[in-house]
């Protein structure tokens, strides 16, 4: 199966309150459950980075809604490219709180997969490590502190 993998960043219209940004993905989670789309979602409450994977179709459709918003703005598309593997699969929407810095080293880094026709199996990019790096860090923190599912931070 060949999914689609969509990263962007973008700045928030106005700073989002931890309340704004809960009901924003109540609404979006449950769009992106029903199409099948998993990724993440980083955010300092300014600037967001999230990162979509699932059909190619459904992703086009998530991302109809997510450059619709007037929420944010300055999208940047980092990586639009099929992917044989999804990265997280176990997470629906996850939300994470990231400091500035991550944020402007993950839209400075380089996304995009050097496709290996033959390869099954396909490396990481820099982008994509770091990203799935650190949000395994927190989900393992989380864990081990039992403050309940990572989905929820
Ligand atoms: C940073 C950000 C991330 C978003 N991510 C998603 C998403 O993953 N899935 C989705 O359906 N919509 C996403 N959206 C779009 C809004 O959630 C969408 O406008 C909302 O679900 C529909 O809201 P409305 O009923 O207020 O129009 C995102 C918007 C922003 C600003």
Same mark, same amino acid.
């Given at each position: 199966?060949? $999914?689609? /993998? ?11 309150? %931890? ?15 029903? =199409?099948?789309?998993?990724? =993440? ?20 459709? =998530? $991302? ?12 940047? =598309? ?12 176990? $997470? ?5 709180? %990231?400091? %500035? ?9 380089? $996304?995009?997969? /050097? ?11 820099? /982008?994509? /490590? ?24």
């Amino acid at each position: 199966m060949t $999914w689609l /993998a969509l990263a962007y960043s973008s700045t928030a219209t106005q700073p989002m309150s %931890a309340v704004e940004i809960g009901q924003l993905l109540l609404k979006a989670r449950m769009f992106n459950a029903s =199409v099948g789309v998993s990724g =993440v979602l980083l955010h300092d409450s300014r600037q967001f980075l999230q990162y979509l994977e699932g059909p190619p179709d459904a992703v086009e459709r =998530v $991302w109809q809604r997510v450059s619709a918003s007037p929420r944010h703005q300055q999208l940047t =598309v980092l990586m639009r490219e099929p992917t044989e593997t999804r990265l997280f699969a176990d $997470w629906q929407m996850g939300c994470l709180e %990231a400091p %500035a810095s991550l944020l402007q080293r993950l839209a400075n880094e380089q $996304w995009r997969i /050097a496709m290996a026709v033959a390869e099954r199996r396909q490396p990481l990019s820099p /982008a994509l /490590a770091l990203l799935r790096q650190f949000a395994q860090g927190v989900q393992r923190e989380a864990l081990g502190k039992n403050s309940g599912s990572p989905l929820i931070l």
